[in-house]
């Protein structure tokens, strides 16, 4: 699919819809909830799932079909941390026998894992900018003097 992702219609209620478009209707929308951590992570990824998931709690984006995707991103982070240790420990460029001399394979990894690492973070808000995008409705409480009137309005009983 070219072009960008639509934007789900819950962002279009809460930032307003400006082409006043019709919204669709029916969108499924998955009922929040912690994912189970899949076994199959590695190491660094299970420390990384146990910190993003603590984050996504406290943010309210958690919904159990995030498992697969957040799985990717913490492997995707578990690889960059590998690659980075590898340019420390063994520097950033390599020499062969013959003298020919590149760059580590290490760094050019690291540079994919990085920009994979962007792109899923953008979908749960990591950034301040993506955070801006994902603005969670307001949660107003409810007004028991405004639930009585709509009551009395309802009965005809206003005004005795």
């Known amino acids: 699919m070219a072009g960008r992702p639509p934007k789900p219609t819950r962002l279009k209620v809460i930032q307003g819809n400006p082409g006043k478009r019709p919204l669709p209707r029916g969108e499924p929308t998955p009922p929040p909830g912690v994912p189970s951590r899949p076994r199959w992570l590695s190491l660094q990824a299970r420390r990384e799932w146990r910190y993003i998931v603590e984050q996504l709690q406290a943010m309210d984006l958690l919904a159990k079909v995030d498992r697969a995707l957040l799985a990717v991103y913490c492997e995707c982070v578990a690889e960059y941390v590998a690659c980075v240790r590898d340019v420390q420990q063994n520097g950033r ?11 580590r394979p290490a760094l050019s990894h690291s540079v994919k894992m990085a920009q994979l690492i962007m792109q899923l973070s953008a979908r749960f808000g990591f950034s301040p900018s993506d955070r801006a995008k994902l603005a969670a409705p307001q949660i107003h409480e409810a007004d028991p003097f405004a639930e009585f009137l709509a009551k009395a309005r309802k009965t005809g009983t206003e005004g005795d």
Not at 95 to 103: H, L, R, S, V, W
Request: no cysteine; net charge negative; proline share 9%.
């Open 93 to 103: 460029y390599y020499e062969t026998d013959k003298g020919y001399q590149g760059p």
